[in-house]
């Protein structure tokens, strides 16, 4: 495993959802809904993966949810563990054979290494890493060195304090699950990824800081505008492989569990919860309505 792989292993873990990352102010009414089966609830809450120290997120809306929940429901359940991950990013984020630099045109190249300079990463030790992985590097990094901390994100915070009721923790994915989604993609979705997130990376901390009052005062519509509208028509294979596709199956799951019993906290990704082809949505096509709290 290489040096860089390593140093941002824990980035790297959740930074598939990067798309999804939004900062909130101090006066944040994050977005809650609550769907009702037969014998069932489902609160689904829009999360933040990661976040700057103090951040006031919790309402009471949300702490309510949470206290009725009898269990909790996230993307992935150990997206804060880097061991976990760490040998599927060998595996699927690193290629030996093929540097990365020989994968890239002239112009895609040098804005590449431009963008590696402020950030005080040798382009020579991203070398051996797939594009996929190095355009998480690319999206993730500049948010840590921004001050952005995984240990503030909501997922890490919530999974915590469910543990600590004697709760349990599910995952509607796994970590390797996750980083397959980019590694098994064909080629050139692949460097359609790569691409995207160099375009985007100067833009990554204007971005997360555009969105922070959009998440915070729950503004669905803003907050759909500025995370997913230029993605959705620049990358629309990426935005399907990334969102739709994976919507469609946390729906699945959620059904499941509306056909169940007890009350269930479900926290994923902002960007899940919004559009046209949200979760709720999806769940829609299914019947089931999800009502914002």
Known sequence: MTAL??????AATLALAVLAAFAGSAQASPLLWKVQGAHATVY?????????????WRSPAIDGALKASDALWLEIPDGDDPVVAQPFVRRYGTDQAHPLSTRMDPATKAQFDAL????????AQMEPLRPWM?????STAPLLKAGYDLNNGVEHVIKAEMQAAGKPVGGFETAEGQMRLLADAPPDLEMEFFRSSVAEGQRVVPMVDDLVAAWADGDELKLEALSQGEFRDKYPRVYKLMLTDRNRRF????AILLKG???SFVAVGAAHLTGADSVQAQ???RGMTAVRQ
């Open 251 to 254: 729906a699945e799951k959620i």
């Open 5 to 10: 792989a390593r140093r941002w292993l824990r």
């Open 283 to 285: 769940l829609a096509r």
């Open 134 to 138: 190095a355009g998480l590097i690319l």
């Open 261 to 263: 019993k007890g009350v």
């Open 44 to 56: 689904l809450f829009g999360t933040v993966h990661i976040l700057k120290p103090g951040l006031a």
């Open 116 to 123: 590696l300079v402020p950030l005080g990463i040798p382009a």
